[in-house]
């Protein structure tokens, strides 16, 4: 069975994929892939996704330069999440942080725990 | 702005949320919270969760006793996807293994990357 048919893309045909940093083991983010993202993804060795507010597929730093190459893929238990292990380039986060996850929750609220880079 | 505010949930009224392992790094398991799991996750200190199978809101390991204390919950940028830092007790797969990522992509094949836990 071929690494795609593997995979339980959901009634949209995607499937979330998380994006973990290999050197310092963050979640950077996570990010949803259609067949054509899993196969780009594997082809070329960096990050594909699929854009659901533009509706298009999409290489993670096309326009940023802040490519994901991607050491490892693993697929969960369910076959219907998965995971990159990746060589992060820049931020990961379009708001110019390492993490898309920079909101900790903190006495009932979600406070910044991260500044943008420079 | 109360922290359930500022989750944007799905149509289905679900958010993802990834739960890390505190003292590995490792990425454990996806899975999916309705609000009543994010406020239970945050009154009890463990990981609840949303069975979509089951259609109904569980507490993680309230029948193996595999539970997930919660260590810190992050929010991402977009507000759509949650960061669970946990202490997990016992293996976090229902096949008995540490981590629900343990199919990796390997010449074209999803090889199995770890036994279960005996």
């Known amino acids: 069975m071929s690494l795609l048919d593997a995979i339980k893309f959901n009634d949209a045909g995607l499937v979330p994929a998380i994006?973990?940093?290999a050197a310092t083991g963050r979640v950077l983010m996570m990010a949803w892939?259609?067949?054509?993202?899993?196969?780009?993804?594997i082809e070329t060795g960096f990050a594909h996704y699929y854009s659901r507010s533009r509706q298009k597929q999409w290489?993670?730093?096309?326009?940023s330069g802040h490519v994901?190459?991607?050491i490892d893929m693993f697929l969960d238990c369910d076959g219907d999440t998965m995971l990159l292990i990746i060589e992060q380039t820049g931020p990961a986060c379009h708001t110019n942080r390492k993490s898309c996850?920079?909101?900790?929750?903190?006495?009932?609220?979600?406070?910044?725990?991260?500044e943008p880079l420079k």
């Open 68 to 70: 994901q190459k991607v």
């Open 59 to 63: 290489m993670k730093g096309e326009s």
């Open 19 to 21: 994006a973990q940093d």
């Open 33 to 41: 892939m259609n067949a054509e993202a899993v196969n780009q993804t």
């Open 101 to 114: 996850f920079y909101k900790k929750a903190e006495d009932g609220e979600w406070a910044i725990n991260e």
